[in-house]
């Protein structure tokens, strides 16, 4: 397995949520040389510098100013998305059943709830203290699970498992004995909580020198990004690289895409590196491009025909450009343009997927982004299969692939 491949497990294995996953980003980042700021601070930052802001612990921007004016040269932007479908644990979770001590959660984005059946699983977020500071925290070992039900007492179940998140999905914690989740966790100090449920086995190589591991969408592309933003050449423009959470669930919130999050840091970037010119933000936009990065659908071998027959990207095929006549992806010609021509540059292969005409499309922050900020986009993606899925699939050697055309991007 590629190198980056390799790497791309291990930062899987140490982000079971979106805070895991920024804490672990913005870990590489620090060591790269970029410096952190706080949204509370007044910046002032100079060409050349490398920062990055973190915002509510679930959504990240990391950036490198540009040796000329934002207004003169715009930026070059990459963005991603942090979270993934999951079951978030409730605020009264605690449910004891038939000698059962169990957790009561609720469905987060659109998971497809079968893979999450007979998987030796875990509990990890972050709790928040009555003083108000939050730290991460991750039950150790493989304590929770979901158990099938035997098919001798539900024979239905060859017709189509049909599965109540409220009655079937309930994770079991061990017997009533067991300790509550919250001392297991050892924060029986915690007033609020964001915890989420995540698959413990380790990422994969298996296959074609492929990856199988759960949150590949979109820790895939926060990955390569990451990589990326601390590759790039410097530049006369901006560099910058943007992780929103939510985005399974709609992005809306202040650290989602349809939030203020990125509209703001862009705002202070123009004025924190001292340009007072009212227009400068508008010309600085009118200049900049967006990269929207996630996963995208292989083509699969079970189900080729839910696929467009002239459009079936392949896992190792390189970076999937996405169409949409309807804009759900937000790719025009002269993005598609750009980011094709970057990655030739880069001696990457690029592949194409619009959905078929009589099924429905997926979307991503691309359309929420150039809606809101006017921003020319691209939407592109690594192939994957069984997306949303528990364990997904994707290959190791679309990573360098999506790493040098990224870097293109950003230089
Ligand atoms: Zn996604």
């Known amino acids: 397995m590629s190198s980056l491949g390799d790497d791309l497990r291990a930062f899987v294995d140490v ?3 979106p805070f895991h996953a920024v804490a672990e980003m913005t870990r590489r980042l620090a060591e790269a040389g970029f410096t952190e700021l706080l949204e509370t601070d007044r910046w002032a930052l100079r060409p050349g510098g490398a920062h990055f802001v973190v915002r509510d612990g679930g959504s990240l921007i990391a950036f490198r100013v540009g040796s000329a004016s934002l207004a003169d040269a715009g930026l070059r932007i990459v963005g991603t998305h942090t979270d993934s479908p999951t079951f978030k644990v409730r605020p009264l979770h605690d449910i004891r059943r038939a000698g059962y001590r169990l957790v009561g959660v609720e469905p987060y984005g659109g998971l497809l709830a079968h893979t999450w059946l007979d998987r030796e699983l875990t509990v990890a977020g972050r709790v928040t203290t009555a003083d108000g500071t939050s730290r991460l925290v991750r039950l150790a070992g493989a304590t929770l699970r979901i158990p099938s039900l035997a098919i001798h007492l539900d024979r239905s179940v060859r017709d189509g498992l049909v599965l109540d998140p409220q ?28 915890l989420v449920l995540a698959d413990t086995q380790p990422a994969a190589s298996t296959g074609s020198d492929w990856i199988a591991a759960p949150r590949l969408d979109n820790l895939g592309s926060c990955h390569s990004a990451t990589h990326a933003l601390i590759a790039a050449e410097p530049a006369a423009h901006t560099a910058l690289f943007v992780a929103n959470d939510h985005e399974e669930v709609g992005s809306g919130s202040a650290e989602g895409a349809r939030g203020s999050f990125l509209a703001d840091v862009l705002a202070r970037l123009v004025a924190a590196t001292g340009d007072t010119d009212p227009q400068a933000y508008h010309r600085a936009m009118a200049r900049s491009r967006l990269l929207s990065a996630d996963m995208a659908h292989a083509v699969h071998p079970n189900f080729a025909d839910r696929h467009e027959p002239n459009h079936t990207p392949r896992l190792g095929g390189g970076p999937v450009v ?13 993005t598609a343009a750009w980011f094709v021509a970057r990655a030739s540059e880069a001696g990457v292969p690029v592949q194409h997927f619009v959905t078929r005409a009589d099924l429905p499309c997926g979307s991503t922050i691309g359309p929420l982004t150039a809606t809101r900020l006017g921003i020319a986009t691209v ?12 364990r997904e699939l994707a290959s190791a050697e679309d990573v360098p692939l999506m790493v040098r055309a990224m870097t293109a991007c950003l230089s």
Do not use: I, W
């Open 322 to 334: 996405k169409h949409n006549a309807n804009q759900a992806y937000a790719t025009d010609a002269t």
């Open 15 to 17: 982000s079971p949520t």
């Open 167 to 194: 009655r079937h999905l309930v994770p079991v914690l061990g017997l009533e004995s067991e300790p509550e989740l919250l001392e297991q966790l050892g924060a029986p100090d915690a007033v609020g909580f964001d």
């Open 379 to 390: 939407d592109v993606g690594s192939p994957t299969l069984a997306m949303h899925s528990c």
